[in-house]
């Protein structure tokens, strides 16, 4: 059972699209971070969220934490070709470990 | 930024060799780093947390005796794969917390590059 999901599992949009996608759980982090990994590498960390509301915005992204903390999402405006990876995002529930969802993976076509 | 470096990048065995893999923080020090694998197309699974000068912590299902990790300083662990088979191909990623960077609820996890492991 995944104690993190995500949808959609794979997305493909047009240059120029906005799109959004989401992490759901039925537990409740302490903090919520996103990441993006390219084929081959490790992921990088976007963003950390912390407080339930919180909005937190990284030039096009736009990352929300739920007001439970049991949910997030990741908003693109005007994707590019740039943005295609493997978007994951990790909660920790307690102490210093963190569960990863399965993953998005987007495609931004030119 | 922080840096977590990887060795090696990719590493072809064959069934019932050892492999050994490093990470290593360049830039800060690390009292835990935590050793994940990743098969394609899914997601990371978290295989155990490795700590400066004690013990390491295995995730339910991993064997511990069977995937050796050391962590003799604040800036290197060793991921060990004993006696490997075809099914523990895999990409094994490792990542660590700067112990002088945030708090205990946002402290960033640096992730290495990752090794690609073949065991034919």
């Known amino acids: 059972t995944q104690l993190l999901e995500q949808s959609p599992q794979f997305l493909s949009i047009q240059e120029g699209e906005n799109l959004t996608v989401y992490c759901n759980s039925s537990?409740?982090?302490?903090?919520l971070q996103w990441y993006r990994q390219e084929p081959g590498e490790g992921p990088v960390l976007l963003v950390t969220v912390v407080t339930g509301g919180e909005v937190k915005k990284l030039k096009r992204l736009t990352f929300q934490f739920g007001d439970a903390r049991k949910d997030s999402s990741l908003h693109i405006t005007a994707a590019q070709p740039g943005d295609t990876g493997l978007y994951l995002c990790?909660?920790?529930?307690?102490?210093?470990?963190?569960?990863f969802g399965p993953g998005t993976r987007l495609s931004v076509l030119p | 930024g922080a840096v977590v470096s990887q060795h090696p990048s990719w590493v072809i065995c064959k069934s019932g060799t050892s492999v050994k893999i490093e990470c290593r923080s360049l830039d800060f020090q690390a009292t835990t780093m935590f050793w994940y694998r990743q098969f394609p197309k899914q997601s990371l699974m978290l295989m155990a947390t490795s700590n400066e000068g004690s013990k390491a912590t295995y995730e339910q299902g991993v064997e511990k005796d069977k995937f050796l990790i050391n962590h003799a300083s604040l800036t290197l662990s060793t991921l060990t794969v004993t006696s490997a088979h075809p099914e523990d191909s895999s990409f094994y990623i490792c990542s660590a917390r700067d112990m002088f960077q945030g708090s205990s609820y946002n402290s960033p996890l640096h992730f290495g590059n990752g090794t690609r492991l073949t065991v034919t």
């Open positions: 537990s409740v982090f302490s903090s």
């Open positions: 990790a909660g920790r529930r307690g102490g210093q470990s963190f569960v």
